[in-house]
């Protein structure tokens, strides 16, 4: 049988539609979806390889929502709805704990069970505990204790159903064309959802039913079960659903859950062991970044032999070029190994044709990648699509990191070809019009209006609230660009081509003159946010030029202006940066890229900050976040948050869909801290420096076992002295790396 959460990469140009179903307006699928206002609660968010599930905290999936509760696989939703009741009334919440990031255990009462307007079983009588296990399929057990000194006779009751909803479709983009849902099945303990899609792949989602169910009534599209138990004092009744996705129906023997627990268990441990080991002062601290590891081990994906982090859930299990590159950009420090499938992955799904439908041109890194519904049937243009300025440019600079850190020259042998059809995609098609910048403008007409991180609609705004017109080259892609080809360099030289790296310092350098020349603004002591189609500078104040910090194009003498205006109270709230200035007449601290507040973006912007020396905002952003992690459930980071004025609260104001856990969030805090730490390595040099750390008052000790730096690791430990300033120390060296310092 082929279970749907294996990995199925189908790559190729799905034929555009041509008739009046054919795509959805690009605002469609720029925006999040709508949610109603009883649904802003946060998920039970699951995932193992390419399956996953989101629930309630109560465990519950329930039908017409738009938050994205369900079981997913290969971007179809094949469980819609899983009610519980007792006694027919819902169970009354305890406690909601992921144990790790593939199970969770929901602990919940009864309510007063009645019967004929007498209350039989009074609340807080029995115990529901409920396990979710995410592996390959859903194993979803419940058991019901009863602590009552007389005898309980109730019944459990689950429905089912299964909508084979694309994920596009839950988030809200209109279903213009279907196929057939056929009607729910039952053999015995075993039920069966079917759907054949519109290209005639046959999705199935198979149930397995332990014991079997007392009652089984199927109506319509849903399929209510029931069992029904008589307890004595400290008696327990168990049941267990697993659901299977599948493509074609055919069922084969799974592994238990506890072999299955067993076994995730085993590989998270190893995921752990291969990860630089953090330990600090701050309890709260550890379990930011315990959490972190945690969540990135869960968004990491297969894709073929190889796997790199999806973006986020709900809405973004799937490979993405960005969102996958500046999470392994983050994680460089925590584990290198991110970054190598990450490189691999996107290389081998590296554009070769010039293809309007999917903004596809040779040499350009995909934007995202999708196999469900709409994709396979010409809806939407991502098998992939490549609707992005920054990916191939962030693919350069994260490779030429990746070396840095680990001097693994096999992995650039065989990424050259990809590297080389990069640069070219820079020159001959990034840069549109021979200025020297790259440049976007959208041609896939269900595509994306924005190409840069900041892909609303409506984000690339100018001073005066107007949209900007194209083709844009925004701020922050030059940087990359420069970065890149001082990274890519390294890698050129030692590969032997030492002419072609002279060329790529040469260019970085007139990159840089020409950026800092065309993107100033000098009225407004800071860089615009793009050039527009006629070069006329975008000039709204926003968060992107804290990324040319972090690449190192700024010139000195522009580095503090930036770094005062990134600090103001117009852009900073208390607990980050803002995206776009709270002074624009677009500002809206609700939107989703005009005002929020991201984690990524901050961590970018410490990162950059300290590389131009200014230590004091580096700390004061990452104290901010750290108040915001240590607010949250599971002390997670989310996608954004709201960007309204922190004036003196406890808490953050959420973004109603924010994805948790989201993969460059997750990696936020292993950028922050090893800013904070300045910590960089050179790997070509057998070196890794520290230059100036600095903790904070909140965090005044740090230890990091097996970092990484070619061949070698070391392990350090940084103190807060007392006196404003931060020494660290070695605790361990294996190999003959060099640790120096800088003050």
Same mark, same amino acid.
């Given at each position: 049988m082929t279970s749907a959460g294996e990995p199925e990469v189908q790559v190729g140009p799905a034929l555009p539609r041509t008739d009046s179903e054919a795509v959805p307006p690009a605002r469609d699928l720029e925006s999040a979806p709508d949610v109603p206002a009883e649904a802003r609660e946060e998920l039970l968010a699951l995932k193992s390889g390419a399956v996953f599930v989101c629930a309630r905290p109560d465990g519950d999936i329930r039908p017409a929502r738009a938050s994205g509760e369900g079981l997913y696989a290969q971007d179809t939703r094949h469980l819609s709805e899983l009610r519980l009741t007792l006694g027919g009334a819902r169970p009354v919440l305890l406690s909601s704990v992921m144990e790790s990031g593939h199970h969770a255990v929901i602990n919940a009462t009864n309510p007063g069970l009645r019967a004929d307007g007498d209350v039989m079983v009074p609340q807080e009588t029995l115990n529901v505990r409920r396990t979710v296990l995410i592996a390959d399929r859903l194993f979803y057990g419940v058991r019901v204790r009863s602590f009552r000194p007389d005898p309980v006779a109730t019944t459990v009751e689950v429905s089912l159903a299964?909508?084979?909803?694309?994920?596009?479709? &839950?988030?809200?983009?209109?279903?213009?064309?279907?196929?057939?849902?056929?009607?729910?099945?039952?053999?015995?303990?075993?039920?069966?959802?079917?759907?054949? %899609?519109?290209?005639?792949?046959?999705?199935?989602?198979?149930?397995?039913?332990?014991?079997?169910? %007392?009652?089984?009534?199927?109506?319509?599209?849903?399929?209510?079960?029931?069992?029904?138990?008589?307890?004595?004092?400290?008696?327990?009744?168990?049941?267990?659903?697993?659901?299977?996705?599948?493509?074609?129906?055919?069922?084969?023997?799974g592994p238990t859950p506890e072999r299955s627990a067993a076994r995730l268990d085993a590989a998270h441990a190893g995921w752990v062991g291969a990860c630089a080991a953090i330990t600090t002062d701050n309890e709260l601290f550890d379990r930011l970044i315990e959490a972190s590891v945690r969540d990135l081990h869960a968004l990491m994906m297969p894709v073929g032999s190889d796997q790199l982090?999806?973006?986020?859930?709900?809405?973004? &299990?799937?490979?993405?070029?960005?969102?996958?590159?500046?999470?392994?950009?983050?994680?460089?420090?925590?584990?290198?190994?991110?970054?190598?499938?990450?490189?691999?992955?996107?290389?081998?799904?590296?554009?070769?044709?010039?293809?309007?439908?999917?903004? %596809?041109?040779?040499?350009?890194?995909?934007?995202?990648?999708?196999?469900?519904?709409?994709?396979?049937?010409?809806?939407?243009?991502?098998?992939?699509?490549?609707?992005? &300025?920054?990916?191939?440019?962030?693919?350069?600079?994260?490779?030429?990191?990746?070396?840095?850190?680990?001097?693994?020259?096999?992995?650039?042998?065989?990424?050259?070809?990809?590297?080389?059809?990069?640069? %070219?995609?820079?020159?001959?098609?990034?840069?549109?019009?021979?200025?020297g910048f790259i440049e976007y403008e959208r041609r896939a007409p269900a595509g994306l209006v924005n190409h840069g991180w900041k892909d609303s609609h409506d984000s690339i705004v100018h001073a005066d609230g107007s949209l900007a017109k194209g083709p844009i080259a925004l701020v922050e892609v030059q940087g990359y660009v420069y970065e890149a080809k001082l990274r890519i360099a390294d890698v050129y030289d030692a590969l032997g081509d030492s002419p072609r790296a002279d060329r790529l310092r040469a260019e970085a350098s007139e990159l840089r003159a020409a950026f800092n020349e065309a993107f100033w603004d000098p009225d407004e002591g800071f860089f615009a946010l793009a050039l527009e189609g006629r070069k006329a500078q975008v000039r709204s104040v926003t968060s992107n030029p804290a990324h040319c910090l972090y690449c190192g194009i700024v010139d000195d003498n522009k580095a503090a202006l930036v770094a005062e205006r990134l600090m103001a109270p117009d852009m900073f709230s208390g607990w980050g940066i803002r995206t776009l200035s709270g002074s624009s007449p677009a500002y809206n601290p609700m939107s989703y890229h005009n005002g929020s507040v991201w984690p990524h973006d901050n961590a970018i912007a410490a990162a950059g900050l300290k590389r131009y020396g200014f230590d004091a905002a580096t700390n004061r952003i990452a104290a901010g976040l750290f108040d915001v992690a240590s607010g949250a459930r599971d002390f997670r980071l989310p996608e954004l948050f709201c960007g309204f004025q922190r004036d003196g609260s406890r808490a953050i104001v959420a973004y109603p869909v924010a994805c948790i856990p989201q993969a460059w969030a997750a990696t936020a805090p292993f950028m922050l801290l090893q800013a904070m730490l300045g910590i960089s390595a050179h790997a070509p040099q057998n070196r890794l420096t520290v230059d100036r750390p600095r903790l904070a008052e909140w965090l005044g000790g740090v230890e990091i076992h097996g970092i990484r730096v070619g061949g070698s690791k070391v392990s350090l430990a940084f103190r807060e002295t007392g006196t404003g300033s931060t020494g660290f120390s070695l605790l361990d060296q294996q190999g003959d790396v060099r640790v120096t310092m800088s003050t």
């Open positions: 299964a909508d084979f909803a694309d994920v596009f479709e &839950v988030r809200g983009v209109e279903r213009r064309t279907s196929g057939r849902l056929l009607p729910p099945t039952r053999d015995g303990d075993r039920l069966r959802f079917s759907y054949l %899609a519109r290209d005639d792949q046959r999705r199935e989602t198979l149930i397995e039913l332990k014991p079997a169910p %007392a009652r089984v009534i199927i109506d319509r599209g849903r399929v209510h079960v029931a069992w029904e138990m008589e307890l004595g004092t400290g008696e327990a009744f168990s049941l267990l659903i697993t659901v299977l996705p599948a493509r074609d129906g055919r069922r084969r023997a982090p999806a973006a986020g859930i709900p809405w973004y &299990v799937a490979p993405f070029g960005r969102d996958s590159l500046l999470s392994a950009c983050e994680s460089l420090m925590i584990n290198p190994e991110v970054a190598r499938g990450t490189l691999l992955v996107l290389a081998g799904l590296q554009a070769h044709e010039d293809e309007a439908w999917r903004d %596809a041109e040779p040499g350009k890194i995909l934007h995202e990648l999708r196999t469900g519904e709409l994709a396979r049937t010409g809806h939407i243009p991502h098998t992939p699509y490549y609707g992005t &300025v920054d990916a191939t440019p962030l693919f350069l600079m994260v490779a030429g990191g990746y070396y840095r850190w680990t001097l693994d020259l096999d992995t650039m042998r065989q990424l050259r070809p990809a590297l080389d059809a990069a640069l %070219a995609w820079i020159d001959e098609w990034g840069d549109r019009d021979g200025d």
